[in-house]
């Protein structure tokens, strides 16, 4: 069972985007869908294809860390402020999958990295591009249209 999709929104999408100074409507809905495409809403955590709600793979936390949030301290403090104290240190990937915010915010710097322009929140078709692009190389459009359609439906307003 996964996270109703309405608490991830309210309670870990939004705070997480607020704290980091990047939310937007159509932040949260991208996120939301990822989400659900990637893991069900949080129901399969277990894969070895990435962890957590996004299943990222180590080496692009790795990289985010190293490409993108190195160029920027200011923005690293407030994600790094996100993740456990001293369990990141010892296991820095397995942050993705125990903590909900810290997970968030990494999914939203590979977003960022990508300097893609997002659209309306309401465009699922043009969130379902920067999914794949960012998330999901090889996936297909339609994974994240079902997704939605299956996890999220019409429980979640949208803008």
Known sequence: M???????????????????????DAAEVLLLGAAACQTALGSNLDCRHGH?????????????????LATDPDLASRVRGL???????????????????YSVAIAWMLVEATHLPLPNAADHLALARI???????????????DAWQRHIGNLVQVA
């Open 2 to 24: 996964g996270i109703a999709a309405s608490d991830l929104r309210q309670h870990v999408i939004r705070p997480t985007l607020l704290y980091l100074d990047r939310h937007s």
């Open 131 to 145: 999914w794949r692009r960012v998330f999901q190389p090889h996936g297909h459009l339609h994974d994240f249209l």
């Open 52 to 68: 957590g709600l996004f299943r990222i793979d180590e080496r692009r936390h790795q990289q985010v860390w190293d490409r993108y």
């Open 83 to 101: 993740a456990s104290q001293h369990a990141f240190l010892s296991a820095p990937h397995l942050e993705l999958t125990v903590n909900l915010r």
